[in-house]
């Protein structure tokens, strides 16, 4: 059975990239997309996705607020935030309880980046 | 911790994250559209920011600094950046993921958070009507990629304590 995956960010650049990357390559179905905190709080509320993938900086509301409250309601949510942020914003998500933080830019069609990034997932699934 | 600055300090800092901010905007543009960057001229430092007809704006700041990073591309330029997409507004958002792939780069630097102290961007903003943030200051360059020259910037003024209040 797919794994299925819910992906959002602001940037429609970035979430074509990334539904292509896990439909085509990881063999994901992705049940949806959307482009700000509110809407992740609301699609990960209706889809359960195996797998959310979250920006940080959106508007309306932030990505890290948003994870802290879908982690609140659902605490075994996989959530891999993909985001510019580095530093104390990636700590920060890890304690909230994001599953794994990856730092843009993605660059996806680099071989041993997929691999890196494959691991990194399977490294979020192994966390239950 | 960072202490409130004057305008010469804020110019020395600038100074001092000039090539570091050459070194985010060149590396986002090469990793994001898989492509070399050259400068045609080195990033300078400007006392007075210019009223630029900015296409992309990320607005930060904190307690002590308001500041702003801006990329401006020409509109006829928009094809040698992203050849193939002709949908200005893809671009724009793709221009947009850019700047703040750009900033986060940036604003994570050591040497920045040790002169400017921690900032978080704001999503992208577009603008075609002129912009620039009042008395900032600014560091600036030119970086060529494929067929396209942008324009990439960032400026920052600091805060007074009567703006405070």
Request: charged share 25%; proline share 5%; with cysteine.
């Amino acid at each position: 059975m797919k794994k299925s995956v819910v992906i959002v960010d602001d940037s429609k650049f970035m979430v074509t990239m990334l539904q292509d990357f896990f439909q085509d390559v990881m063999g994901y179905e992705v049940l949806a997309t959307g482009c700000n905190g509110i809407q992740a709080v609301d699609l990960y509320r209706k889809h359960k996705p195996d797998l959310m993938t979250l920006d940080l900086t959106m508007p309306i509301k932030d990505g890290q607020t948003a994870l802290a409250e879908i982690l609140a309601e659902h605490p075994a949510a996989r959530i891999m935030v993909i985001s510019a942020l580095d530093g104390s914003s990636m700590l920060e998500c890890v304690k909230i309880g994001a599953k794994a933080y990856i730092e843009k830019p993605l660059q996806l069609d680099d071989e041993d980046y997929r691999k890196d990034f494959q691991e990194t997932l399977e490294e979020a699934f192994s966390q239950g | 911790m960072v202490s409130p600055v004057n305008e010469e300090l804020t110019e020395s800092y600038l100074r001092e994250v000039l090539a570091d901010f050459e070194v985010c905007a060149r590396r986002a543009l090469e990793r994001m559209l898989r492509a070399p960057t050259r400068c045609p001229r080195d990033f300078r430092y400007l006392a007075e920011a210019p009223t630029i007809p900015l296409t992309c704006g990320i607005r930060t700041g904190n307690g002590l600094f308001e500041a702003a990073l801006f990329l401006e591309v020409d509109r006829r330029d928009y094809a040698g950046l992203l050849p193939g997409v002709k949908i200005d507004g893809e671009i724009l958002d793709t221009i947009g993921e850019i700047a703040n792939v750009m900033a986060g780069s940036f604003l994570g630097q050591r040497s920045f958070k040790k002169h400017f102290g921690p900032m978080l961007p704001t999503p992208p903003v577009f603008s075609f009507q002129g912009s620039s943030l009042g008395k900032a200051s600014c560091i600036q360059g030119v970086i060529v990629i494929g067929s396209a020259k942008l324009s990439a910037g960032f400026m920052v003024h600091s805060i007074q304590r009567d703006e405070l209040i």
